[in-house]
């Protein structure tokens, strides 16, 4: 009875992809305008990424959270503590909690960062292919990111590797945009007015397939 009851009411609990991917367009358009030199510093960065990219990436986790999906409460909360972590080290870098903390810091260290959550998006990226091939653009662009972000951490290529992260970031920017109407808007006419392209049916294709035959095996 109880599991019904919570069933039913993760069942009246809206979609937060939208409000997900609206954070995360937000916050990559202003950072990428950043890395591609059309703005400087990263002073007005800061809020956007701590608002948008932070605080609501993590208020759609925690919707799908109560909605136990598991999928999108790990990615949207993942990427909402990412851009949190940004943002403490631009003020670490920029001396905002002292100039000890500010000649200390080893840009090596985030490079080691930007390598795990390469390693994170990769397996989000495989578990994106049963979701929708909008999103599976989006964490495939992300991967480019952490890629660029850690080799010029690492000062590996720098002027490369730092455009390369700057246009996935644009470009994730702007696949996020259209997730973010997609959503909102097949949802709003209740018909698919913009495409979001179906799962690759790999995986979950086979799961139902085990599933279906350890159904038979218990009957």
């Given at each position: ?6 069933t039913q009411?993760?069942?009246t ?27 400087e510093?990263?002073?007005?960065v800061?809020p956007?990424a ?8 993590l208020?759609?986790c925690?919707?799908d959270a109560?909605?136990?999906n598991?999928f999108g409460a ?8 990412f ?6 080290t631009?003020?670490?870098q920029n001396?905002v909690?002292?100039e000890k903390?500010?000649v ?14 390469l390693?994170f998006t ?13 999103l ?11 890629v660029?972000l850690?080799?010029s ?22 696949v ?15 018909r698919?007015f ?7 049916g ?8 085990v599933r279906?035959?350890?159904t038979?095996?218990?009957?």
């Open positions: 009875m109880e599991t019904t009851k919570n009411a993760a069942a609990i809206a979609d937060p992809s939208a409000l997900g991917l609206l954070g995360l367009a937000m916050v990559t358009l202003v950072a990428s305008s950043q890395k591609l030199g059309l703005t510093g990263v002073s007005l800061i956007w701590i608002f948008l990219g932070g605080f609501m990436q208020m759609a925690i919707i109560k909605k136990n598991v790990t990615a949207f909360g993942g990427y909402a503590f851009w949190f972590s940004v943002a403490t631009w003020f670490i001396g909690f002292g903390l500010q200390t810091a080893d840009s090596k260290q985030l490079g080691f960062a930007f390598i795990g959550y390693i990769v397996f989000m990226t495989i578990g994106s292919m049963e979701t929708n091939k909008v599976f653009t989006i964490f495939v662009l992300i991967n480019f990111l952490f660029g850690a080799l951490s690492f000062n590996i290529a720098y002027h490369a590797s730092h455009q390369l992260a700057g246009w996935s970031e644009f470009l994730i920017s702007l996020s945009f259209y997730g973010c109407g997609a959503n909102v808007l097949n949802r709003h006419f209740e698919e913009l495409p979001m392209g179906k799962p690759f790999i995986f979950k294709g086979n799961a139902n397939e279906g035959v350890e038979v095996l218990e009957r």
